[in-house]
């Protein structure tokens, strides 16, 4: 099993910035995408950004240009660092990966729990 701990949501004004953090931990040999999804109430969830194990990214157009995605492969840990934040960007945050147990293995999919991210006007 994997655990995905996810930290560094919270309340900020328009305009301001946040950095999440998400923590990959267990059984892993090697991870290939890690991602930042969202989900506003009422909204179905959208992929934010993601970052390949080559370092390619893709974000989402409402974010290009204020969000970057990042990894540190030796923490297993990706990060997104938020800025020119907007009151549409309120969501809860939730982490993405795909991890390979074991050498041989295929790969799995697994989510963290969310980290809510509020933007006031």
């Known amino acids: 099993q994997v655990q995905l701990v996810e930290s560094g949501g919270g309340l900020v004004q328009a305009g301001g910035s946040l950095r999440l953090s998400c923590a990959a931990s267990?059984?892993?040999?090697?991870?290939?995408?890690m991602a930042w999804y969202r989900q506003a109430p009422g909204k179905q969830r959208e992929l934010v950004a993601a970052?390949?194990?080559?370092?390619?990214?893709d974000y989402t157009e409402a974010v290009k240009g204020r969000f970057t995605i990042s990894r540190d492969n030796a923490k297993n840990t990706v990060y997104l660092q938020m800025n020119s934040l907007q009151p549409e960007d309120t969501a809860a945050y939730l982490c993405?990966?795909?991890?390979?147990?074991?050498?041989?293995?295929?790969?799995?999919?697994?989510w963290g729990q969310g980290t809510q991210v509020t933007v006031s006007s």
């Open positions: 267990g059984s892993i040999f090697s991870i290939d995408t």
């Open positions: 970052i390949t194990n080559t370092g390619y990214t």
């Open positions: 993405y990966t795909r991890v390979r147990p074991r050498p041989g293995t295929w790969y799995d999919d697994y």
